[in-house]
């Protein structure tokens, strides 16, 4: 898979499919790209896909100690200068969709469209920064096997498939202990997103979990709600990470949407 060298930064990243237009793919925390396996497969059919890894997930190498979604957003934008990718629709699943609004206030024009999933707007209270904090430091200390006992039960619904258990610690444990607090620390520092609402021009579908208990079903309804247009597509059997544990029913909802964009 390729690397870009772009600028101070080596972004790692996925690209399939030789559609007219392209997906860029916004992962979660404390994942990777590869966490797209089955949309990349199924959107690649009919798109470009572009999946980013961020700094010190994956196998991008680590950056500085707050992977900021302003550090992030430019390696975004950066990467899709180096691809010749002028447009695209684009999907963010929860700390994608933080760093999907950053894009957006930077670069609206780039947007064909915009899919959220299981993600908010608002900022964190000082006490989710501090734990935020804490959690940076721990991860650093105790390293992957932590990280992915505290995130695993939180990213799955209740009664998770031993399957999907797997793959979530499997992806955790590709990353860095050193990515993931810098992650946490720049999710931490991440502004209010809410001013940015309804700025939001674009076709836009919001997505969430039916069972996601880290930001539940009523979040994506005021989320929906505070978007011009957008539509609301609740998954079940899904809690935070409903493209692993429904995927034919979040690909249907994406693909729908994709789909009825104007060319
Ligand atoms: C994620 O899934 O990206 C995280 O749960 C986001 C967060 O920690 O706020």
Redesign the pocket.
């Known amino acids: 898979m390729p690397i870009a060298d772009i600028g101070a930064s080596r972004v790692h990243y996925q690209k399939s499919g030789n559609g007219k237009e392209s997906v860029v793919l916004l992962h979660?925390?404390p994942l990777h790209a590869g966490m797209w396996s089955r949309q990349i497969t199924a959107l690649s059919r009919t798109h470009q896909v572009i999946a980013p890894d961020y700094r010190g997930l994956g196998k991008s190498p680590p950056g500085p100690a707050a992977s900021t979604m302003e550090l992030l957003a430019t390696d975004v934008l950066s990467l899709l200068d180096h691809l010749s990718v002028r447009r695209a629709a684009f999907v963010g699943?929860?700390?994608?969709g933080?760093l999907a609004f950053e894009i957006y206030r930077r670069s609206p024009g780039v947007f064909r469209a915009l899919a959220l999933c299981?993600t908010r707007a608002g900022p964190d209270s000082p006490e989710g920064a501090a734990n935020r904090e804490k959690f940076a430091q721990t991860a650093i200390e105790k390293g992957l096997g932590w990280v992915a006992d505290e995130m695993t039960p939180?990213?799955l619904r209740p009664q998770p498939d031993a399957a999907a258990v797997k793959e979530v610690r499997s992806l955790i444990g590709q990353g860095t202990p050193a990515g993931v607090a810098a992650a946490q620390r720049g999710?931490a520092r991440r502004p209010d997103s809410t001013p940015t609402l309804a700025q939001i021009a674009c076709p836009a579908l919001v997505v969430v979990g039916a069972e996601d208990a880290?930001i539940p079903p009523p979040e994506a309804e005021k989320l929906a709600a505070g978007i011009k247009g957008a539509k609301l597509a609740t998954i079940p059997g899904a809690g935070?990470l409903p493209n692993i544990e429904s995927p034919t029913a979040f690909d249907a909802a994406l693909l729908g949407f994709l789909e009825a964009l104007p060319g």
């Open positions: 979660a925390f699943l929860s700390m994608g933080y299981d939180k990213l999710m880290l935070h």
